[in-house]
């Protein structure tokens, strides 16, 4: 039988005609293995719409057995016209044909009894093995004002260092499968080994797959920064392709004292070694800048010391600014800039202006 006209029937969508056909092929005994399947797969789609109250599907076989009722309810009307709770919908009776009609209601209701005791002990089976209960976890954000650094201890018993102007955000507690988290601006990770969950910090270019490690990571957009610095352990690096072209992810495995650096302009990820002095010392309180330009030390020292600074005019010449201030203040640090630099500035309250 068409499995689009069982559909129709069981929408009470069925013309005249159909519904005579199909209760003439229960009656000769066409309710075969196919039929059969094609029942069960129908009512596997409509799963979702049945109750899944086993005292509530029994009463409905207790009225669908009910063999008396049906007829009498026949006798007494042209049709049979089903609840939205059966199966079918629409039964039309002819006056002339009451008797036979009769009969075959009762094949049809006892057939419908049959498949709603099969869907009883199908759902069964789900009550007794019910699907487990997928719960949404609460997501975490953590983010630094301007001057300030945070430590942060992760579920698992990673430790994250968050420096100034940065944000982080992670679930309370991790999945059995992985460990997730989003970083914008500039962390230290240390993060617990744990084989059989790998631990995946994502920023809007890059992406970082390791199992237990401590690394490094900038993403600073507005400054077409994204590095990640591998102190310890193994670490693979990947760049988040933006679009759907296809083409699979560049990805580099990084080892203790290499850097992954992406060139936002080529697009290309590279391989460079760098000092972890150097790159960790915003933990311990030092800022150091190798080759810095203007506008990645302005940044820097926004972040660090909660201040706003502007600039009038443009360097005559691109910085490349290769400076250590430990513990400095911020009129020590601008004096330097004056010195080295060629510029001159204005220091009230918590704005800045630089002058080329």
Same mark, same amino acid.
């Given at each position: 039988m068409d499995k689009k006209l069982l559909e129709r029937y069981f929408q009470g969508e069925c013309s005249i005609e159909e519904v005579k056909y199909i209760l003439e092929s229960l009656e000769s005994g066409k309710l075969d293995e196919h039929l059969s399947n094609q029942i069960l797969e129908f009512n596997r789609k409509k799963d979702a719409q049945k109750s899944a109250d086993e005292e509530g599907m029994l009463r409905k076989?207790?009225?669908?057995?009910?063999?008396?009722?049906l007829v009498e309810y026949v006798k007494k009307t042209d049709s049979i016209t089903a609840t939205d709770e059966s199966p079918f919908r629409q039964v039309y009776v002819a006056k002339d044909k009451k008797s036979s009609w009769l009969r075959?209601?009762?094949?049809?209701?006892?057939?419908?009894?049959?498949?709603?005791? &099969?869907?009883?002990?199908?759902?069964?089976?789900? #009550?007794?093995?019910?699907?487990?209960?997928?719960?949404?976890?609460?997501? +975490?954000?953590?983010?630094?004002?301007? &001057?300030?650094? +945070?430590?942060?201890?992760?579920?698992?018993?990673?430790?994250?260092?968050?420096n100034s102007g940065s944000s982080i955000s992670y679930p309370e507690v991790f999945g059995d499968a992985e460990r997730v988290v989003s970083l914008v601006g500039e962390a230290f990770f240390e993060v617990t080994p744990d084989k059989s969950r790998p631990f995946i910090v994502r920023s809007s270019n890059l992406e970082m797959r390791v199992l237990g490690t401590s690394f490094n990571v900038q993403s600073f957009p507005e400054l077409d920064i994204y590095n990640v610095a591998l102190v310890t352990g193994k670490l693979m690096v990947g760049r988040v392709r933006k679009g759907n072209d296809g083409a699979e992810h560049e990805t580099l495995l990084l080892s203790p004292g290499e850097m992954a650096d992406l060139n936002v302009q080529s697009g290309k990820l590279s391989r460079q070694? #760098?000092?972890?002095?150097?790159?960790?010392?915003?933990?311990? &309180?030092?800022?150091? #800048?190798?080759?810095?330009?203007?506008?990645?030390?302005?940044?820097?020292?926004?972040?660090?010391?909660?201040?706003?600074?502007?600039?009038?005019?443009?360097?005559?010449?691109?910085?490349? +600014?290769?400076?250590? #201030?430990?513990?400095?203040?911020?009129?020590?640090?601008?004096?330097?800039?004056?010195?080295?630099?060629?510029?001159?500035?204005?220091?009230k309250g918590n704005k800045v202006k630089i002058f080329f």
């Open positions: 076989i207790h009225d669908l057995i009910n063999m008396e009722d075959r209601a009762s094949l049809a209701a006892a057939a419908v009894s049959l498949l709603i005791i &099969g869907m009883f002990f199908y759902n069964k089976g789900t #009550f007794d093995n019910p699907p487990e209960v997928v719960e949404t976890v609460p997501q +975490l954000q953590k983010e630094t004002h301007k &001057g300030q650094k +945070l430590t942060i201890h992760l579920s698992d018993g990673t430790e994250v260092i968050l070694s #760098f000092n972890v002095e150097e790159m960790t010392s915003w933990k311990r &309180g030092i800022i150091y #800048f190798r080759d810095a330009d203007h506008r990645k030390v302005i940044k820097i020292l926004e972040n660090w010391f909660d201040v706003e600074i502007t600039t009038v005019g443009k360097p005559d010449q691109e910085w490349k +600014l290769t400076s250590k #201030f430990e513990r400095d203040n911020l009129k020590n640090i601008m004096d330097v800039l004056q010195a080295s630099q060629d510029i001159t500035y204005e220091l």
